[in-house]
């Protein structure tokens, strides 16, 4: 009785969270992807119609403008995440005396919600109430920074938020690389007069590629289903300039009552991420031959 306990009771624990996986995540999965073949509105149908739903979504001009504010917002927020980190966590990898406050002071963000980051700086980049109005009250009337209700701007507000929200955690990451690269090199490379630049970029760096692709993969998720930054910040405002595709399978599907576009955003935007994601993992799980 004993043995059979030992051998089946980890399976008999594990049961209820895989099955709860098994039902909620990979199940909705699949629900979503059939609804998304359907003439689904307000309520699901379930009836087969092929890729009407596709074909409507890349016809729409709001998903278009959602498509591109990803790419746009995508490439400037892991970009500038992964540089800024990396400076970060170089400049505390030389061991200054306010390291401490530094860290705390950039990783800080990481333990605000996106709502609460999103409410702050919509805050800060009001032009009546925010940078704009302290700088003009300090005699720079001519000064501008309207981009919040600009709509060829105001996705680079989303980006500024999104980037102050997680160039703290990229930091983290790559100030532990740091630290965990072996010092015998470094000193060796010290003795052999090679500049400390060019033992960062030619030794320590590209020793740390594994821990570039973790964040670029963590980034690059983030920015996909970016939705209550957005929402918090812009609303998908002015108009639909700053429409992400999350914000738009929202408004599919709670606003519009358009359940079955929603559902074909949402597997287009999880087609993105598989393509991401799925090269990744491929990478780092084939056996290696040396």
Same mark, same amino acid.
Request: cysteine-free; hydrophobic content about 55%; aromatic content about 14%.
């Given at each position: 009785?004993?043995?059979?306990?030992?051998?089946?009771? &980890?399976?008999?624990?594990?049961?209820?969270?895989?099955?709860?996986?098994?039902? %909620?995540?990979?199940?909705?999965?699949?629900?979503?992807?059939?609804?998304?073949?359907?003439?689904? =509105?307000?309520?699901?149908?379930?009836?087969?119609? !092929?890729?009407?739903?596709?074909?409507?979504?890349?016809?729409?001009?709001?998903?278009?403008?959602?498509? !591109?504010?990803?790419?746009?917002?995508?490439?400037?927020?892991?970009?500038?995440?992964?540089?800024?980190?990396?400076?970060?966590?170089?400049?505390?990898?030389?061991?200054?005396?306010?390291?401490?406050?530094?860290?705390?002071?950039?990783?800080?963000?990481?333990?605000?919600?996106?709502?609460?980051?999103?409410?702050?700086? =919509?805050?800060?980049?009001? &032009?009546?109430?925010?940078?704009?109005?302290?700088? #003009?009250?300090?005699?720079?009337?001519?000064?501008?920074?309207?981009?919040?209700?600009?709509?060829?701007?105001?996705? @680079?507000?989303?980006?500024?938020?999104?980037?102050?929200?997680?160039?703290?955690?990229?930091?983290?990451?790559?100030?532990?690389?740091?630290?965990?690269?072996?010092?015998?090199?470094?000193?060796?490379?010290?003795?052999?007069?090679?500049?400390?630049?060019?033992? @960062?970029?030619?030794?320590?760096?590209?020793?740390?590629?594994?821990? %570039?692709?973790?964040?670029?993969?963590?980034?690059?998720?983030?920015?996909? =289903?970016? %939705?209550?930054?957005?929402?918090?910040?812009?609303?998908?405002?002015?108009?639909?300039?700053?429409?992400?595709?999350?914000?738009?399978?929202?408004?599919?599907?709670?606003? #519009? !009552?358009?359940? !079955?576009?929603?559902?074909?955003?949402?597997?287009?935007?999880?087609?993105?991420?598989?393509?991401?994601?799925?090269?990744?993992?491929?990478?780092?799980?084939?056996?290696?031959?040396?």
């Amino acid at each position: 009785m004993t043995r059979w306990l030992e051998h089946h009771l &980890p399976k008999a624990v594990l049961a209820p969270s895989f099955l709860a996986v098994l039902v %909620f995540v990979y199940g909705f999965i699949g629900w979503t992807a059939w609804v998304s073949l359907t003439r689904s =509105k307000l309520m699901p149908r379930y009836e087969i119609d !092929g890729f009407g739903q596709f074909v409507r979504l890349f016809a729409s001009p709001r998903w278009d403008t959602a498509f !591109g504010n990803l790419f746009i917002f995508g490439l400037l927020f892991v970009v500038i995440s992964l540089v800024l980190g990396l400076l970060l966590a170089i400049l505390l990898d030389q061991r200054i005396r306010v390291e401490g406050v530094i860290r705390t002071i950039y990783l800080y963000p990481m333990a605000l919600s996106l709502i609460v980051t999103g409410t702050a700086w =919509k805050w800060v980049l009001n &032009p009546g109430l925010g940078l704009e109005a302290v700088v #003009r009250g300090w005699g720079f009337e001519n000064f501008r920074f309207d981009w919040l209700v600009n709509s060829d701007m105001a996705i @680079y507000t989303v980006v500024i938020a999104g980037v102050w929200q997680a160039s703290g955690f990229v930091m983290a990451l790559f100030l532990a690389g740091l630290r965990s690269v072996d010092q015998e090199i470094i000193r060796a490379a010290e003795v052999d007069g090679i500049p400390t630049y060019r033992i @960062y970029s030619a030794i320590i760096i590209p020793s740390m590629a594994p821990i %570039f692709m973790s964040a670029f993969i963590v980034l690059t998720h983030l920015a996909i =289903k970016s %939705f209550d930054l957005v929402i918090a910040l812009t609303g998908g405002g002015p108009g639909y300039a700053t429409d992400l595709p999350a914000t738009y399978m929202y408004a599919m599907a709670f606003s #519009r !009552g358009d359940i !079955g576009q929603a559902a074909a955003s949402a597997m287009v935007m999880m087609a993105v991420v598989f393509a991401i994601v799925v090269p990744y993992l491929y990478s780092e799980l084939r056996p290696r031959h040396d």
